[in-house]
């Protein structure tokens, strides 16, 4: 099993900013692209952002200007910057390696005032 290791989820107002951490295995990391998702209640998984081994980065319409992912490629770890915070952004957010489905246990944000 292939873990992945996320931290950062919690209760935020409206407005407010997030840091959401994942550490990945170092073998899987240095080699693949990474991804952030989220699922709402009651709807389907989205891809939130992604960022490839060079850094190119993606991301969902929804968040872009507010959302940042980065990923430090010493420390095996991708970072999802949330700013300026949404009800609508409340969700169990996860950490992924698209190629080969590998997904974090999920880390819950929830934005409420």
């Known amino acids: 099993q292939v873990q992945l290791q996320e931290s950062g989820g919690g209760l935020v107002q409206p407005g407010g900013s997030l840091r959401l951490s994942c550490a990945v295995p170092?073998?899987?990391?240095?080699?693949?692209?990474m991804g952030w998702y989220r699922q709402a209640p009651g709807k389907q998984r989205e891809l939130v952002a992604s960022?490839?081994?060079?850094?190119?980065?993606d991301y969902t319409d929804s968040v872009k200007g507010r959302f940042t992912i980065s990923r430090d490629n010493t420390k095996n770890t991708v970072y999802l910057q949330m700013n300026n915070l949404k009800p609508e952004d409340t969700a169990v957010y996860y950490c992924?390696?698209?190629?080969?489905?590998?997904w974090g246990q999920g880390t819950q944000v929830t934005v409420s005032s």
């Open positions: 992924c390696v698209p190629t080969y489905g590998y």
């Open positions: 170092g073998n899987i990391f240095r080699r693949n692209t």
């Open positions: 960022i490839s081994i060079s850094g190119y980065t």
